[in-house]
């Protein structure tokens, strides 16, 4: 057990397993409010310790523009198409159609997934989570924004640092132990509510391709990314991290690999990890982050935490939405 800030005591990861039924593995009914989730770790004490992360004062947004990923890794989201109109020669007004709001830089709601052993997060029924509906939707992060500590580990860096450059192109897994050694090369120690970044160098490497390796990479379904264990979950929520974000196309390496423990509970999405994190424990999860020049900076002054806040689109029931995150050094 361990205790937040706020005084409020949370189970291990190893005691969640041991909760009974449906609750096994899960953080549901744990939380205050129970549709925030794991930004519930984030306290008003969290968000004034993170200002003090500001030293130079340097801004960066971290979202890429949402035409970016055209072609992109999805097989169904396209870019949104723009059209400027006028009522008269004063006025100009515009509006976007085939917005897929998850398209390019994300953060993916609470009812992005559904756990197949177990149901939406905190037990929501399947028939409350559809248009018009608000339960577990992504107004909850919008009107509430998620603002706090965001710790960056420079995957990227240290690999090439290593000589072993991360391999994009076959979707390379990037373990639990890669992870802990790059964010102790930068001598980074995790708090409770961070948002955790990890730059992994995918998406300036993605849209340097040509139009043809591009689609190419899309069709062979590899991308590279977190490696699925259950040692990743349960580090995660020991942590207390209140979002994991990455610029990569889905946090975690694609296909699964087939050691994935996850194969039996998440059939459905191939052992991937999201429906434990999402559904399960009620952790956000950002993708297509634009981390580049956040991470060269940090570099070049050498530290790697910053506040950062996540403001999605306040729309009521939404799966997802461009993530509006802003990091101040």
């Known amino acids: ?112 997934r559904r756990a197949d052993d177990a149901g939406f997060y905190n037990g929501t029924p399947d028939d409350d989570i559809r248009e018009g509906t608000s339960a577990l939707g992504i107004q909850v992060w919008a009107e509430q924004p998620i603002a706090g500590r965001g710790v960056l580990v420079d995957l990227d860096g240290y690999c090439r640092e290593q000589g072993r450059p991360i391999d994009h192109a076959a979707g390379q897994p990037l373990g639990l132990g890669l992870i802990r050694a790059a964010a102790d090369a930068q001598a980074v120690a995790l708090r409770p509510g961070d948002v955790l970044m990890l730059h992994t160098g995918w998406c300036e490497w993605f849209l340097a391709l040509p139009t043809e390796e591009k689609e190419r990479q899309r069709d062979s379904r590899r991308a590279s990314g977190i490696e699925q264990s259950a040692e990743f979950v349960a580090w995660a929520w020991d942590n207390r991290l209140s979002v994991i974000a990455a610029d990569n196309f889905a946090v975690e390496c694609l296909p699964p690999v087939p050691t994935s ?69």
């Not at 609750?23 to 129970?34: C, H, I, K, V």
């Not at 970016?68 to 999805?74: C, E, N, Q």
């Not at 400027?84 to 085939?98: C, E, M, T, V, W």
Request: hydrophobic residues 35%; charged residues 20%.
């Open 261 to 329: 423990p996850f194969r039996d509970t998440a059939p459905n999405d191939r052992g991937m990890m999201h429906q434990q994190l999402l559904a399960k424990l009620g952790l956000p999860l950002g993708e297509l982050w634009q981390l580049g020049p956040l991470s060269r900076h940090m570099k070049a002054t050498g530290s790697w935490d910053a506040l950062v806040t996540i403001k999605p689109l306040n729309i009521t029931g939404a799966t997802g939405s461009p993530a509006n995150a802003t990091a101040v050094t």
């Open 1 to 112: 057990m361990t205790s937040t800030e706020s005084g409020t005591t949370y189970p291990s990861y190893a005691s969640l397993l041991e909760r009974e039924g449906r609750l096994a593995g899960t953080s549901w009914g744990l939380f205050p409010d129970a549709g925030r989730g794991t930004p519930s770790f984030i306290q008003p004490d969290t968000v004034r310790e993170a200002a003090g992360c500001v030293r130079t004062g340097t801004v960066f947004g971290l979202d890429y523009p949402a035409d970016a990923f055209d072609p992109g890794m999805s097989l169904k989201r396209r870019a949104p198409r723009q059209t400027i109109y006028s009522a008269h020669p004063a006025h100009r007004d515009d509006y976007l159609d085939g917005y897929y709001l998850q398209g390019s830089s994300q953060i993916d709601g609470l009812r992005h």
